[in-house]
């Protein structure tokens, strides 16, 4: 399994990028400090089991849920999911840094056969950085 790792500057980038993934089938999951507060104030385990979890659209079920304001546990959510796709320390701590810096994050994990296209579309859509790993 490859691990697609995009970070995007722009809300409407990303959202179209999603939008993308979805149209070729690809299963995504957005990682930003709001959808983790929002996961974390409703008592939802941010890391689902060997799956990617829930599409990214699947925040809204939360409605007017409050969002925690524990930068911390938000940070500790987003790590715990990084560890789970193999990255060295250093590459863990790079992605923390881009997500304390308001960084958004979509991750696709696909079979290497399919990588190139999630890679483009990626791309495409305007991602400040991709990264492949595995």
Known sequence: MTAIIAIFDDSRALEKAVVDLNDQ???????DKAILSRE???GVRPIHSPGMGPLSGSAGIF???PETTDDSAIIGAFKEHLTTLSLSDEQIDNYINHFNHEGKFVIV???S???EQAIGILRETNASQVNRHG
Do not use: M
């Open 25 to 31: 089938g690809f299963r995504e999951r957005v990682f």
């Open 40 to 42: 974390i104030g409703a």
């Open 63 to 65: 409605g007017s849920v």
């Open 109 to 111: 994990k696909v079979g």
């Open 113 to 115: 056969a399919e990588a």
